[in-house]
């Protein structure tokens, strides 16, 4: 199954931050726009096995 999140990024002191809008807790940095993509998806998976180990 596949998702559509909203990717929200800027960059704050040199570094690329970022959420996913409609998944609380998703919020990642990285030194370029890829290394971030990187970061968000992991920071995404990291959150849906929290989530399943306490369902």
């Given at each position: 199954?596949?998702?559509?999140?909203?990717?929200?990024?800027w960059q704050?002191d040199?570094?690329?931050?970022?959420?996913?809008?409609?998944?609380?807790?998703?919020?990642s940095?990285g030194?370029?726009?890829?290394e971030?993509e990187?970061?968000?998806?992991?920071?995404?998976?990291?959150?849906?096995e929290d989530?399943?180990a306490?369902?």
């Amino acid at each position: 199954m596949q998702f559509r999140f909203t990717f929200q990024f800027w960059q704050d002191d040199g570094w690329y931050v970022g959420k996913l809008k409609e998944v609380p807790g998703v919020f990642s940095q990285g030194e370029t726009l890829e290394e971030l993509e990187v970061n968000i998806a992991d920071a995404y998976r990291l959150v849906m096995e929290d989530t399943a180990a306490t369902s």
